[in-house]
């Protein structure tokens, strides 16, 4: 429902598919923003959404919007060119939909300046991100470039630091935050690419002292992120 909420209240939605057979405030909630933003609502079956959300939990609302309009490195670049201290987010090889749409949650809580996705071999924007973000996904500027190497280059040039997530490196504690700051978070196992590595400045590392070898992305994301921000915010 917030994603749905948030979207409406963003002015992103076509279409709002309501299942026939709930009440409740909730839907007169729904029903009467739909009616503010003029977006027309139907009401369907229970099997109907399920059908719409791809066997999704969809609370019993779906809404319909545009495709997603990705920005361009450029825009991000932009946006942290008068900045002293900001972060970008990189993804790298992550297609957990809800690892993303935990990071883009935690990014807009802790004022991340955008993130960066490769359009292959990582989840895009898709409704399972939109419904777990809970609406960051409408705040959060997010480039989708088609060379991750290359636009590592691109961030250097424009005065960046590159960072990765590692079992071996600096850790989080100790990390210098100052500056022009480029997180990359790698799929879980996999970590980061091995040539995407090698243009890393250095490698942050979350103590663990229990059983597992590895945290969730999105937390280990998280984590770092308010490391980040506990500096500046």
Do not use: C
């Not at 996705?117 to 480039?143: D, E, F, L, Q, Y």
Request: aromatic fraction near 6%.
């Amino acid at each position: 429902m917030h994603a749905v909420t948030d979207s409406l209240m963003e002015n992103l939605g076509n279409k709002l598919y309501i299942q026939d057979d709930i009440r409740g405030k909730n839907v007169d909630k729904l029903k009467e923003l739909a009616s503010e933003k003029k977006v027309g609502i139907s009401f369907v079956s229970k099997d109907k959404l399920k059908e719409m959300s791809d066997g999704g939990v969809h609370q019993g609302f779906v809404l319909k919007t545009s495709a997603y309009a990705y920005k361009e490195l450029s825009d991000l670049l932009a946006i942290t060119q008068e900045l002293d201290n900001p972060l970008l987010i990189i993804i790298d090889g992550l297609t957990d939909p809800h690892n993303l749409g935990s990071i883009l949650r935690t990014a807009d809580a802790t004022g991340v300046s955008g993130i960066i996705i490769p359009k292959h071999r990582s989840v895009g924007v898709t409704p399972v991100v939109v419904k777990t973000s809970t609406g960051a996904v409408n705040h959060m500027p997010i480039a989708r470039v088609t060379n991750l190497s290359q636009t590592l280059d691109k961030l250097k040039d424009a005065g960046f630091w590159i960072f990765g997530t590692d079992m071996d490196g600096t850790p989080h504690h100790k990390w210098q935050t100052q500056g022009k700051l480029a997180l990359i978070i790698g799929a879980e196992g996999a970590g980061i690419t091995p040539n995407i590595k090698k243009q890393v400045d250095e490698m942050i590392t979350i103590p663990m002292v229990g059983h597992v070898q590895s945290l969730n992305a999105g937390v280990a994301a998280g984590i770092l992120m308010y490391e980040w921000a506990r500096n500046f915010k």
